[in-house]
C-alpha cells in the first residue's frame, strides 16, 4: 500500500491551555499530508477563540474545527470520522502530542501491509517521553493481529492505533440517550470479532501526559452510565468466550455500576449469565478493585 492522507483527530473539552503543545509538535512534523480536525465536545473555556485565531491565519496542514453540544467522547469520535477526509484515522487526545516523525513512521508501516489479513490499521507505541513505553510490547518489530489478542502477544497499555476511516464508518459508537460515556473497547473489540487485524510496530509516535493507570480503573463513570457499561460487559462475554478473568471481570464490573438499582437476578438476566456467575464475579471485583485500585 502506498502512503495515504491522515485525518489527525482530537477530542476536546476545555483543553485551550493544553492544546497549544499538541499544534506545535503538528507544525513539526517532517511530513505534512495530514488535516487537523477538532471536535470540540462543548468547551466553555474560548477554545473556540483560540481555533478562530488559527483558522485566521495561513497554515501548512489543513485545520477544520467543529463545536458540538456536550455528549461525551464518543459522540465527538462519531462525528469526527462523518467529517474525516483523510484515509486514515489517528485519535490524538488534546493533552497529548506527537513526535516529529509520527506522521512518516505512520506512512512507512501503512505502506507495508499485504494482502495476509484484513486490515483495519496500524498502531505504534506511547510514550511518557521519546525514550519512555507506555506499557509492554512484543520482542519483535511488529506483530499483526486483532485487537482481542493483544495479552497473548504481550501488547499491554495504551497504543497508539491509526484506524482506517472506511473501517470506523462501519462501526459507529453507540450513542445512548442520558449517558456520556461509554468504553471505546466496544468499538475495537467489535472490529477484532470480524477478523481485521493491526500491525503493531514497537516505534513511540505518541506522548502521552498522564500516568498511566495499566490495569487500575476509575469505575465512578459505570453508575452514570449504566447502559452503555451493559453494552460493553456484553461484548466482552462475546469477545473472550473462553477467559474465566475477562467474563468475570466484565460480570463483576457491571454489576458495580447497578448494584443499587438491580437485582442479582435482573444482572443476571440482562447479561445472559446464571446468578451464581453474577455473585461469584461480584466477589471477584471487589477483591480485584481492592488489590489494583
Known amino acids: 500500500m502506498t502512503s495515504s492522507n491522515i485525518t489527525i483527530f482530537t477530542p476536546t473539552y476545555n483543553r485551550k491551555d493544553l492544546i497549544e503543545r499538541l499544534y506545535q509538535s503538528l507544525l513539526q512534523q517532517t511530513q505534512k499530508n495530514f488535516e487537523w480536525l477538532v471536535v470540540d465536545d462543548g468547551s466553555t473555556d474560548n477554545t473556540e477563540k483560540y481555533f478562530s485565531d488559527l483558522l485566521a491565519k495561513q497554515q501548512p496542514f489543513p485545520i477544520r474545527y467543529i463545536k458540538q453540544e456536550n455528549g461525551g467522547k464518543h459522540r465527538a469520535i462519531n462525528n469526527g470520522v462523518r467529517n474525516a477526509t483523510g484515509e486514515l484515522f489517528f485519535i490524538v487526545d488534546s493533552d497529548d502530542y506527537l513526535t516529529e516523525n509520527a506522521i512518516d513512521q505512520i506512512n512507512q508501516w501503512v505502506a507495508t501491509l499485504d494482502n495476509s489479513h484484513k486490515w483495519a490499521g496500524i498502531s505504534g507505541l506511547k510514550g511518557f517521553s521519546k525514550d519512555s513505553v507506555v506499557g509492554q510490547y512484543s520482542e519483535t518489530s511488529y506483530v499483526d493481529a486483532k485487537n482481542n489478542e493483544r495479552r497473548k ?32 473497547e466496544i468499538v475495537w473489540n467489535a472490529i477484532a470479532r470480524d477478523a481485521y487485524y493491526l500491525r503493531w510496530f514497537n516505534e513511540i509516535i505518541y506522548i502521552c501526559s498522564y500516568l498511566d493507570g495499566g490495569l487500575t480503573k476509575d469505575y465512578s463513570k459505570d453508575k452514570r ?25 466484565a460480570i463483576g464490573i457491571y454489576r458495580h455500576a ?34 489494583f485500585n
Open 225 to 249: 452510565n449504566p447502559q452503555g457499561r451493559l453494552l460493553w460487559a456484553k461484548g466482552q462475554l462475546e469477545t473472550f468466550p473462553n477467559s474465566w478473568k475477562d467474563r468475570f471481570l
Open 258 to 291: 447497578v448494584s443499587e438499582t438491580k437485582s442479582i437476578s435482573q444482572t443476571a438476566t440482562e447479561l445472559g449469565v446464571s446468578r451464581l456467575s453474577v455473585f461469584f464475579a461480584s466477589q471477584f471485583f471487589s477483591l480485584y478493585n481492592h488489590l
Open 153 to 184: 502477544y504481550n501488547l499491554l497499555g495504551d497504543k497508539a492505533e491509526v484506524y482506517f476511516t472506511d473501517i470506523l464508518k462501519q462501526y459507529p459508537f453507540p450513542e445512548i440517550p442520558g449517558e456520556k460515556f461509554i468504553s471505546e
